[in-house]
């Protein structure tokens, strides 16, 4: 019935009408509406106002044109579904991320939930520079708020700069706890949300299931390097994200402590001599 | 009635109605598995009174459940991967966490004790009487779709799903709210990702 059309595949006709919020080397990022209802509510011809509700955001993993088409068909297909199960098991496991909301495979598209909010990097001192196309419309916004004098995006949220970090160390023992390594953790990659003031962990695109503390350790290096270089003066901030987790990991703490002063001295590759 | 309409898939219409009270499940269902016995032009008739999928609304935890589960049958649909015979089973398939066809139509279509039916009707263009037809077909009170919440039996879904022994949930172990929102983030990403679950 549907597929009688002779037109673009549906999601590509989805992704047309999308708006694009940001490109990466691997995907496009846009935000989209499944479905549209009737405002009205009643039984209407196709004349009837129709409005789009509850965004999603799209990740469109498209053709590389650089691979062969087969090759780059099954990779796609399989970070799709990587990406959609790591989803799923920090869901399982109480990890705050985003909800799937639809998943095709067959065109690289993964529809997750819209998060309302702001990274975490935009939330610290200076992460406020622009990496996305969607900030610059929001660029006049947060000039107008620095004029009027509210100096912290943080205190919109009701969240001190403490808690927040607090809040990034539980989520990521949490997920360790639960065996799963992000890959690459930064602050833009975590989100808080707007209205619950929940953190959000986000693009699980490089998430790997492991148990060994190494992989642990290094995910850590990552976001202490990640600190580093995008927040001036952010050590006590790091230190603090760190307590938490340590709290929160308890008996699991010692040994990925160990490791993390080990991956300090080396950096993040593992040294293959000998 | 709920409508949504879809540019992506051909301008398609779902309709969606929710059932109260509902006084003959046992005789839809029978005549549901008549109408696909029947051949020929009576079959065809038939056939086309009772095309919509019912579903127990008990085992949907929210509308955007549904909505999610509809959304993957147009999908696979417009892709030619349907997995059952139509679009509307197609729905029932992709609400069910396995990939029995028959233990998904077991749990989540009609049986003979349902008093609660949510219907669905997949179509290319506005069908009229749509309602009327529904209601042919339904001994019961069609009531808005908001009325789901209190008919939702969070029990038997936590069981579909598996979710009574995880972590998510012991987390929050009384605080009745956020354990609902939780299965119902769960159920719907669980529907949304379930091409490639395995």
């Known amino acids: 019935m549907l597929s009688s059309s002779s037109s673009k595949p549906p999601t590509q006709q989805l992704l047309q009408s999308a708006d694009l919020i940001s490109q990466g080397a691997e995907a496009k990022v846009y935000k989209a509406y499944l479905r549209q209802v009737s405002t009205s509510g009643l039984v209407t011809d196709h004349g009837a106002v129709l409005e789009a509700l509850e965004p999603v955001l799209l990740k469109y993993r498209f053709h590389k044109h650089y691979r062969h088409p087969s090759l780059d068909a099954s990779l796609t297909r399989q970070r799709i579904a990587g990406e959609a199960r790591a989803l799923m098991r920090c869901m399982r496991s109480g990890v705050t991320v985003p909800g799937i909301r639809m998943v095709d495979v067959n065109e690289g598209v993964l529809g997750i939930e819209w998060i309302d909010g702001k990274s975490v990097r935009q939330l610290l001192p200076g992460g406020a520079e622009l990496e996305d196309i969607s900030e610059l419309e929001e660029a006049d916004e947060m000039d107008e708020i620095h004029e009027n004098g509210t100096a912290d995006p943080i205190a919109d ?118 | 009635m709920e409508t949504y309409y879809y540019s992506q ?4 219409v779902v309709r969606v109605a929710l059932f109260d009270d509902v006084m003959n499940a046992a005789a839809i269902r029978s005549r549901i598995v008549q109408a696909a016995r029947n051949l020929g032009v009576d079959g065809n008739t038939e056939r086309e009174a009772v095309n919509f999928a019912f579903i ?72 009229p009487d749509l309602q009327r037809r529904m209601c042919d077909v339904i001994q019961g009170c069609m009531v808005p779709f908001q009325a789901l919440v209190k008919m939702t039996d969070w029990s038997i879904i936590k069981k579909h799903y598996k979710l009574d022994s995880e972590s998510a949930l012991k987390e929050v172990q009384g605080n009745l709210d956020r354990e609902r929102s939780i299965i119902d983030n769960i159920v719907v990403s669980s529907v949304a990702m379930k091409n490639v679950m395995a």
Do not use: C
Request: proline share 3%; hydrophobic share 40%.
């Open chain 2, 9 to 12: 898939f051909n301008h398609a």
């Open chain 1, 157 to 274: 949220y009701g969240v001190s700069r403490d808690a927040l970090m607090d809040m990034i160390g539980v989520e990521i023992a949490k997920m360790h706890l639960a065996d799963i390594i992000h890959g690459d953790l930064t602050t833009s990659n975590m989100m808080l949300r707007k209205q619950t003031s929940d953190l959000v962990l986000i693009d699980f695109g490089l998430a790997y299931h492991s148990t060994l503390v190494e992989d642990k350790a290094v995910d850590l290096y990552v976001l202490e390097r990640a600190f580093a270089s995008t927040h001036p003066d952010s050590e006590p901030l790091f230190a603090g994200v760190l307590s938490a987790y340590e709290k929160r990991m308890r008996k699991h703490w010692l040994p990925i402590k160990k490791r993390l002063d080990d991956v300090r001295l080396r950096g993040r590759k593992r040294s293959m001599v000998g």
């Open chain 2, 56 to 127: 127990d609304a008990r085992l949907i935890s929210s509308p955007l459940h549904l909505q999610t589960a509809i959304y993957q049958a147009l999908l696979s649909e417009a892709q030619g991967q349907l997995r059952t015979k139509t679009v509307h089973s197609e729905i029932l398939w992709a609400l069910n966490p396995t990939n029995n066809i028959t233990e998904a139509i077991r749990r989540y279509g009609v049986s003979d004790e349902s008093t609660t039916l949510i219907v669905v009707r997949v179509d290319v263009s506005d069908t």
